[in-house]
């Protein structure tokens, strides 16, 4: 893996103006922090920090840090992102030590195309799409591959279908479903009206019932 370099500007002062005026001359306000390291403000160059993050590794990327004649391994481990443009407006970047693991969400891609789903009309239904995982921060895979070839109306494939590489380890339940074969929609409706439609015949049915129970109840009142 490549090494990337960012190098940030220590000291930066504080409060929201500080902050808005650091932005428009192209800055993005942070901090470093991680054991053994005390929170440093600091600032870095908007361009440098989105071509840092914008490698096949993402989010998850190794990033050596230059702050004040000091260096540090670090991953950026939050972004604030500006409501509407979607620009990073602050990050924290974590202190990490190549030899320990830690923890990533990797993006989960589907490969392969379903094709007796497909031809079943069948709704192919995505419900994880990315994986907590563990590893060397140097062996975080940029995204996992799972092949949906097989896949048809009723089943799902696991996350303990996902092939994890060497080194990559998680701890997510191996029975959490992360795609599933749906039924075609039209099917699912009309599979929902046909059970409204018999709860209605059975209502009707049990008030037959209880009335006729009831019925019995008077007369033999009446009759004693």
């Not at 070839?149 to 994890?164: K, N």
Request: glycine share 10%; net charge negative.
């Amino acid at each position: 893996m490549a090494e990337l370099t960012l190098k940030a500007d220590a000291g930066r002062p504080t409060g929201s103006s500080a902050a808005r005026r650091m932005r428009l001359a192209g800055r993005v306000p942070g901090v470093v922090y991680g054991p053994g390291v005390d929170p440093i403000p600091l600032s870095v160059s908007a361009r440098e920090l989105r071509a840092a993050l914008s490698t096949e590794a993402g989010i998850n990327a190794v990033v050596t840090l230059q702050v004040a004649g000091d260096r540090f391994i670090t991953m950026a481990r939050e972004l604030q992102r500006h409501p509407v443009r979607g620009n990073v407006t602050h990050v924290d970047f974590q202190v990490v030590d190549p030899n320990r693991e830690v923890s990533a969400d990797v993006p989960v891609n589907l490969s392969g195309e379903a094709v007796e789903l497909h031809r079943a009309d069948g709704v192919l239904d995505q419900q994880m799409f990315a994986l907590t995982i563990k590893a060397r921060p140097t062996e975080i895979p940029p995204s996992l591959e799972l092949d949906i070839s097989g896949l048809v109306i009723g089943a799902a494939l696991r996350v303990s279908d996902i092939t994890l590489p060497p080194g990559v380890s998680t701890d997510v339940d191996p029975e959490t479903v992360v795609v599933a074969g749906q039924a075609p929609r039209v099917q699912a409706i009309e599979g929902e009206a046909a059970e409204g439609e018999a709860a209605e015949g059975q209502a009707p049915a049990a008030e037959r019932e209880a009335g006729a129970e009831a019925a019995a109840g008077d007369e033999s009142s009446a009759g004693s």
